[in-house]
């Protein structure tokens, strides 16, 4: 089998190179390609190689974009950072995913998985029109704005205005980037499944915070990191220490 790895990060393309090689040494990695343009290069230089394994955020774009442009559809396993919720899209569509950071007995089930598939191919909609679904989907399911209820009143806040979301008291509270407060009928659990998990990041049993919120970020005992949000109140949010390497990741995707 013949396959490419197209992934921005050089370390993970390397050790998810090492994995593959491990689990299967008849396995040929033709190329390791950094960028949607580099992979684009290749393939119009190249024959279709028997699988692909597609990083969906790159430097210069997304998988999508690389697949669209290409004259050839490509088996693909995609590795990605999103969350469960997110991946739902990719089971209802049929396309395999690998969550990072990939371990090998995942791989080693994707492979499987793959070869059987090749055996026996899908039946359906074609490959750019599952993607069109998946894009769709995970575009249009996260919560976009919330309706707040103030006196006799409502008033819309939109998602992109949101710094954190917080428990306290018996209530959840969401605070805007301008620092203004609402009351909303949510719970944190609720939250979690509903906001985009590219923005929005649940660091322990109190808080969920929007990236571009965290103006501070300091180690702390235990393992754990410290955080200082904006607009905020001194406070000291504490991410879980079975939390923080996921944070990281996320952090730095």
Request: hydrophobic share 40%; aromatic share 10%; proline share 4%.
């Given at each position: 089998?013949?396959?490419?790895?197209?992934?921005?990060?050089?370390?993970?393309?390397?050790?998810?190179?090492?994995?593959?090689?491990?689990?299967?040494?008849?396995?040929?990695?033709?190329?390791?390609?950094?960028?949607?343009?580099?992979?684009?290069?290749?393939?119009?230089?190249?024959?279709?190689?028997?699988?692909?394994?597609?990083?969906?955020?790159?430097?210069?774009?997304?998988?999508?974009?690389?697949?669209?442009?290409?004259?050839?559809?490509?088996?693909?396993?995609?590795?990605?950072?999103?969350?469960?919720?997110?991946?739902?899209?990719?089971?209802?569509?049929?396309?395999?995913?690998?969550?990072?950071?990939?371990?090998?007995?995942?791989?080693?089930?994707?492979?499987?998985?793959?070869?059987?598939?090749?055996?026996?191919?899908?039946?359906?909609?074609?490959?750019?029109?599952?993607?069109?679904?998946?894009?769709?989907?995970?575009?249009?399911?996260?919560?976009?704005?919330?309706?707040?209820?103030?006196?006799?009143?409502?008033?819309?806040?939109?998602?992109?205005?949101?710094?954190?979301?917080?428990?306290?008291?018996?209530s959840c509270l969401l605070k805007t980037r301008e620092g203004k407060e609402f009351l909303i009928d949510y719970?944190?659990?609720?939250?979690?499944?509903?906001?985009?998990?590219?923005?929005?990041?649940?660091?322990?049993?109190?808080?969920?915070?929007?990236?571009?919120?965290?103006?501070?970020?300091?180690?702390?005992?235990?393992?754990?990191?410290?955080?200082?949000?904006?607009?905020?109140?001194?406070?000291?949010?504490?991410?879980?220490?079975?939390?923080?390497?996921?944070?990281?990741?996320?952090?730095?995707?």
């Amino acid at each position: 089998m013949k396959v490419i790895i197209v992934e921005d990060e050089r370390l993970s393309a390397e050790r998810l190179r090492h994995l593959v090689l491990k689990i299967d040494s008849t396995i040929t990695v033709l190329d390791i390609l950094p960028s949607v343009q580099k992979a684009a290069e290749w393939f119009r230089a190249n024959s279709c190689p028997d699988l692909v394994f597609l990083d969906i955020q790159l430097s210069d774009g997304t998988a999508f974009d690389l697949l669209k442009s290409l004259t050839v559809s490509p088996p693909v396993i995609f590795t990605t950072a999103y969350d469960e919720f997110a991946l739902k899209a990719f089971n209802y569509n049929s396309i395999q995913y690998l969550l990072k950071p990939i371990e090998m007995d995942e791989l080693d089930k994707a492979l499987e998985k793959f070869k059987a598939m090749d055996r026996q191919p899908l039946e359906g909609t074609s490959l750019p029109d599952r993607l069109e679904q998946v894009q769709k989907t995970i575009k249009n399911e996260y919560k976009r704005r919330f309706l707040i209820k103030i006196g006799d009143q409502y008033q819309n806040v939109e998602v992109s205005q949101v710094a954190y979301v917080y428990y306290h008291d018996g209530s959840c509270l969401l605070k805007t980037r301008e620092g203004k407060e609402f009351l909303i009928d949510y719970s944190l659990d609720q939250l979690e499944d509903i906001l985009n998990p590219l923005d929005f990041f649940r660091v322990n049993r109190q808080f969920i915070v929007k990236a571009d919120a965290i103006k501070e970020i300091h180690t702390y005992f235990n393992s754990r990191l410290l955080l200082r949000l904006a607009p905020g109140d001194g406070s000291e949010i504490i991410v879980s220490r079975d939390r923080v390497n996921h944070f990281k990741r996320w952090m730095d995707s």
